[in-house]
């Protein structure tokens, strides 16, 4: 089947999240590992209380009928539970991601792409930050548009964003405030945001 004629629901949501919170769990050491290079150590312990409220919310009560509202439910969770800046930029993309889906039973890749771009310029907009700052951007920016291809491609374009922040100074967040010591470590926000499109690739088989 190609990419095109997948039809997404809200199941095939719950899972991308269940997922993306297993997958968090796992890694929440090198996340705080990475966070405590550049930043104050909390990145994992972070996502990990924000995806765990995100499961109960969506995966273990009555499940939302909708792709758009699973995201809209999952964003409102992240800002009222994970305290870093993290937090309200994930809720900001899941949030804004969600509403642009509408209330459609089932979403195209195409229509999730459009939904993920709004969302993704929202967190520009939220972070006055841009690709190239050091900051999950600079993950998300080409994941998006590599799904064109496929959820895989999307996977791995993420991955090597994340990869692509090592040599960059930080702009933006915490990080900046290390100014040129900020450079030769690893994004801890571009790292969480492939774990996300890893989860996504591996619920789209
Ligand atoms: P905090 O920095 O408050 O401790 P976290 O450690 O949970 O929050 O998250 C840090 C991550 O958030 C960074 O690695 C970066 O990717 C992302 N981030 C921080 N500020 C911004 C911003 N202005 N725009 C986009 N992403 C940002
Ligand atoms: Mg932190």
Same mark, same amino acid.
């Given at each position: 089947? #190609?990419?095109?004629?997948?039809?997404?629901? #809200? *199941?095939?949501?719950?899972?991308?999240?269940?997922?993306?919170?297993?997958?968090i769990d796992?890694?929440?050491?090198?996340?705080?590992?990475?966070?405590?290079?550049?930043?104050?150590?909390?990145h994992?312990?972070?996502?990990?209380?924000?995806?765990a409220?995100v499961?109960?919310?969506?995966?273990? *009560?009555?499940?939302?009928?909708?792709?758009?509202?699973?995201?809209?439910?999952?964003?409102?969770?992240?800002?009222?539970?994970?305290?870093?800046?993290? *937090?309200?930029?994930?809720?900001?993309?899941l949030r804004?991601?969600?509403?642009?889906?509408?209330?459609?039973?089932?979403?195209?890749?195409?229509?999730?792409q459009a *939904?993920?771009?709004?969302?993704?310029?929202?967190?520009?907009?939220?972070?006055? #930050?841009?690709?190239?700052?050091?900051t999950?951007?600079?993950?998300?920016?080409?994941?998006?548009?590599?799904?064109?291809?496929?959820?895989?491609?999307?996977?791995e374009?993420?991955?090597?964003?994340?990869?692509?922040?090592?040599?960059?100074?930080?702009?933006?967040?915490?990080?900046?405030y290390l100014?040129?010591?900020?450079?030769?470590h690893?994004?801890?926000?571009?790292? #969480?945001?492939?774990?996300?499109?890893?989860?996504?690739?591996?619920?789209?088989?």
């Amino acid at each position: 089947m #190609s990419v095109s004629e997948t039809a997404l629901d #809200s *199941g095939f949501f719950v899972r991308w999240m269940t997922a993306a919170a297993a997958v968090i769990d796992r890694e929440a050491e090198q996340l705080t590992e990475l966070d405590s290079a550049i930043g104050d150590a909390d990145h994992g312990s972070n996502m990990q209380r924000g995806f765990a409220a995100v499961v109960k919310t969506v995966a273990e *009560g009555a499940p939302p009928a909708t792709p758009g509202a699973v995201l809209i439910a999952a964003g409102r969770q992240l800002i009222s539970t994970v305290g870093g800046a993290s *937090g309200p930029l994930y809720g900001t993309l899941l949030r804004r991601t969600g509403k642009e889906l509408g209330d459609a039973a089932q979403v195209s890749p195409e229509e999730l792409q459009a *939904g993920l771009s709004a969302g993704v310029a929202a967190v520009g907009q939220l972070g006055g #930050s841009a690709p190239g700052d050091k900051t999950m951007l600079d993950a998300l920016t080409p994941a998006v548009a590599a799904l064109s291809t496929s959820f895989r491609a999307a996977a791995e374009a993420a991955q090597e964003g994340a990869v692509s922040t090592v040599p960059m100074q930080a702009k933006k967040g915490r990080a900046s405030y290390l100014g040129e010591r900020s450079i030769g470590h690893q994004d801890p926000g571009a790292t #969480s945001s492939a774990l996300l499109f890893a989860a996504l690739a591996e619920v789209a088989g």
